[in-house]
Each structure stands twice: as C-alpha cells, then as structure tokens.
C-alpha cells in the first residue's frame, strides 16, 4: 500500500500558544509581510510556518518520486538524466556544473 504524506492542516481544534525568539532580520521580513497581507503579527507567522512546512512536504515527496523514477529506469541515457534529477533533487538545482567544452 503506497504511503502518502499528509498536507499540514489549519488547526480547527484549540490553538497553542507559542513564544519564540527570532532573528531581527527575520522579524523585520515578517512584519513587513503582515503589513503587505493585511494580517497580524501572529497571523503572519503562522502563514509563512504554514508555507514552510507545505515546501518541506513538497520537496520531500519530490525526492522520493524522483528516487522511484531512477531506481525504476532501465535505459541507460534516461537513468543518467534521472540521476542528474537525483542529485538537483537532493543538492539543489545547481548542484550539477555543465561541461562548456562539449
């Protein structure tokens, strides 16, 4: 039975108050983007946590497909183009230098 990750949910139940320190710079960028939205303080932060951890969700689910694909690929062109989408997948869209002299 293949496993599916869950989207992060809003909560609908009690809320949980949190106290957390951050960076001034960060906190600039938050306020900056509760004043651009329209939203509170709070609602800023729980916007952007929400974001964060839909992208953590995306990049993981992305790196396992991207696994399936390789392991499963039989071709030898497609399975080095499907490893170079590994290595991007896990090292970042750059992670692989183009060859100019070719």
Same mark, same amino acid.
């Given at each position: 039975?293949? %496993? &599916? %990750? $869950?989207?992060?949910?809003?909560?609908?139940?009690? @809320? *949980?108050?949190?106290? *957390?320190? /951050?960076?001034?710079?960060? @906190?600039?960028?938050?306020? &900056?983007?509760?004043? +651009?939205?329209?939203?509170?303080?709070?609602? @800023?932060?729980?916007?952007? @946590? +929400?974001?964060?951890?839909?992208?953590?969700?995306?990049?993981?689910?992305?790196?396992? %497909?991207?696994?399936?694909?390789?392991?499963? +690929?039989?071709?030898?062109?497609? $399975?080095?183009?499907?490893?170079?989408?590994?290595?991007?997948? *896990?090292?970042?869209?750059?992670?692989?230098?183009?060859?100019? /002299?070719?």
């Amino acid at each position: 039975m293949p %496993t &599916r %990750t $869950k989207a992060p949910r809003t909560p609908k139940g009690k @809320a *949980v108050r949190q106290s *957390v320190t /951050i960076p001034a710079p960060l @906190a600039a960028a938050v306020r &900056r983007t509760a004043q +651009e939205r329209h939203l509170t303080l709070s609602g @800023a932060l729980v916007s952007l @946590a +929400e974001r964060g951890v839909r992208a953590e969700l995306d990049a993981k689910e992305n790196l396992k %497909t991207t696994y399936k694909r390789f392991m499963d +690929e039989q071709e030898p062109a497609r $399975k080095n183009e499907a490893g170079k989408d590994l290595v991007r997948a *896990v090292f970042g869209k750059d992670a692989i230098a183009e060859d100019t /002299i070719l």
